[in-house]
T-cell receptor, first 114, second 117 residues
Framework: AQSVTQLDSQVPVFEEAPVELRCNYSSSVSVYLFWYVQYPNQGLQLLLKYLSGSTLVKGINGFEAEFNKSQTSFHLRKPSVHISDTAEYFCAVRSYSSASKIIFGSGTRLSIRP | NAGVMQNPRHLVRRRGQEARLRCSPMKGHSHVYWYRQLPEEGLKFMVYLQKENIIDESGMPKERFSAEFPKEGPSILRIQQVVRGDSAAYFC???????????????FGPGTRLTVT
């Protein structure tokens, strides 16, 4: 079984400041890792994914994430945020194996202050 | 290529009524997944279907909920005798193939927001 923990339910940040959203996971099998963004009253959009290879993954909108196997973490970062980044961010995992479901964290609400 | 389509986008039902949520996967996709997002929570897996088959329903409540993905037409998530606790956003995702390597991404629809009064 897999689980995902997002320690921060809300992160307030000033515009143009850097931000890190934390994500830890646990799994007894190999997993793919994802970050999704959800804007108010909308569906989910994939920000980035880690499948294999380089542990630093770059995504859309200037976001990046680093996979750390020893710490079972996949933190999301952006060096300079914009008002338009205000949204809910979900970390998620999916097993390599036959089960196809995605396991989501509880989400982190990023609010950007001008 | 149109994305995953869900309708209706908003649905209001009184307690005891039935709710039917529809999902049309992306063209060429034969795998559909349903997830539920309760207020202030993350998404929780409900069911995974292929055409005419339920592959994994481990996240489906035992009673009142059912899902199908017929050979023709959209996938349907059906909730009978709705209760206030069913109020949530229901998201559908589709993918072209199986889990595991090679990787197949799940593409999400805009969701159906169900309100039970």
């Amino acid at each position: 079984a897999q689980s995902v923990t997002q320690l921060d339910s809300q992160v307030p940040v000033f515009e143009e400041a850097p931000v890190e959203l934390r994500c830890n996971y646990s799994s007894s099998v190999s997993v793919y890792l994802f970050w999704y963004v959800q804007y108010p009253n909308q569906g989910l959009q994939l920000l980035l994914k880690y499948l294999s290879g380089s542990t630093l993954v770059k995504g859309i909108n200037g976001f990046e994430a680093e996979f750390n196997k020893s710490q079972t973490s996949f933190h999301l970062r952006k060096p300079s945020v914009h008002i338009s980044d205000t949204a809910e961010y979900f970390c998620a995992v999916r097993s390599y194996s036959s089960a196809s479901k995605i396991i989501f964290g509880s989400g982190t609400r990023l609010s950007i202050r001008p | 290529n149109a994305g995953v389509m869900q309708n209706p986008r908003h649905l209001v039902r009184r307690r005891g009524q039935e709710a039917r949520l529809r999902c049309s996967p992306m063209k060429g996709h034969s795998h559909v997944y349903w997830y539920r997002q309760l207020p202030e929570e993350g998404l929780k897996f409900m069911v995974y279907l292929q055409k005419e088959n339920i592959i994994d329903e481990s996240g489906m409540p035992k009673e009142r909920f059912s899902a199908e993905f017929p050979k023709e037409g959209p996938s349907i998530l059906r909730i009978q005798q709705v209760v206030r606790g069913d109020s949530a956003a229901y998201f559908c995702a589709s993918s072209p193939g199986l889990a595991g390597p090679p990787f197949y991404e799940q593409y999400f629809g805009p969701g159906t927001r169900l309100t039970v009064t």
